[in-house]
């Protein structure tokens, strides 16, 4: 049965609603996303439902993980879609906040403001001294990988999680494994910082042809689209060669460079590293997650595969 859906904007209701919840002895877990929800959102739900009794899916386009001349402005969002699908799947509560930055100019950081329409953190920074200053560093784990061609990204998205968790104080989150950096970047966070909260990470869901689905494939023209297989094709590809006893990292990541750069895409990073701590290792040994980063046309894709050794 179709429930309403409520949807909360302001900080404060937000956390009420939520200490309210808690005090009748419900649990809770966020689903964290910014928004144009497709199934592997939705997977993150699923898994959500399982865990609690109340889901708070929140959506918002966090400008802090955007650098100038990235895709802010132009990250496809459909509000009214989004919570078709969640009402759809029985979520009751969404979180959409309009004030989530204390800036400088005093205006909302919500995407569509004038001021941050090229997608800009030196827009919540400012220069007067009064707008957001306070940062979350995961200092190692935010280096490698899409670390060093976003520099500020995890930056960005580590002090986003944590003013959510602050705010709707969950006892679980769910996060995907397709972002695997920063889904073992949030884990770590809440480790070294006790956040009272458990993070629940959910494998990776893929179109039927492999393609991992990710609100920015609506942006790939269908030829970029079918060159952008070539992306899980050599990750399987990877996993079968590991399996047949192939050991060396170095061969392993060039040939899905090759496969990729063949394909017509443009590698960022092709790395195999460990998966606790996202450090490159030498040589396989097992478990290891093999992280890829490419562009298709004007679209950044990522994607993965875990490693893992063979259970008997
Ligand atoms: P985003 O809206 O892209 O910030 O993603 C919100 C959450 O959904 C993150 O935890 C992502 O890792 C997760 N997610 C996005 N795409 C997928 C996918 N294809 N499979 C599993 N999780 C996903």
Not at 134 to 156: A, D, H
Not at 278 to 289: A, G, K, S, T
Request: aromatic share 6%; hydrophobic share 40%; with cysteine.
């Amino acid at each position: 049965m179709e429930q309403d859906i409520e949807v909360i904007r302001d900080k404060n209701s937000m956390r009420n609603w939520s200490r309210t919840k808690r005090a009748q002895g419900e649990k809770i877990c966020l689903v964290p996303t910014m928004g144009y929800l497709h199934r592997g959102h939705l997977a993150l739900v699923e898994e959500a439902k399982k865990r609690a009794t109340r889901v708070v899916v929140s959506i918002y386009i966090n400008p802090a993980q955007f650098a100038v001349g990235e895709d802010f402005s132009t990250y496809p969002s459909n509000f009214e879609g989004d919570l078709d699908k969640l009402k759809d799947l029985g979520v009751d509560t969404v979180f959409v906040p309009s004030d989530l930055y204390v800036r400088e100019d005093n205006a909302g950081a919500g995407k569509g403001q004038d001021n941050i329409a090229s997608g800009c953190i030196s827009c919540l920074e400012g220069k007067s001294g009064n707008g957001h200053e306070t940062w979350i560093r995961v200092e190692k784990m935010e280096k490698p990988l899409c670390g060093k061609s976003r520099p500020i990204f995890f930056r960005g998205v580590a002090t986003v999680v944590a003013k959510l968790f602050n705010i709707v104080e969950p006892d679980f989150a769910v996060f995907g494994k397709k972002d695997y950096q920063q889904c073992r970047l949030i884990c770590r966070m809440v480790r070294d910082l006790d956040f009272a909260v458990e993070i629940v990470g959910c494998g990776i869901v893929r179109d039927s042809d492999g393609l991992a689905l990710s609100s920015r494939n609506v942006h790939l023209s269908p030829k970029e689209r079918q060159e952008a297989l070539s992306i899980c094709r050599s990750l399987n590809q990877v996993k079968d060669a590991v399996c047949n006893g192939q050991i060396s990292t170095g061969i392993l990541q060039h040939s899905v460079l090759e496969a990729v750069r063949n394909a017509g895409g443009k590698i960022d990073y092709v790395e195999i590293v460990d998966q606790e701590t996202l450090q490159h290792v030498d040589r396989i040994d097992l478990p290891v997650v093999l992280c890829v980063a490419a562009w298709f046309g004007g679209v950044r894709l990522i994607d993965n595969i875990e490693l893992q050794a063979p259970t008997s």
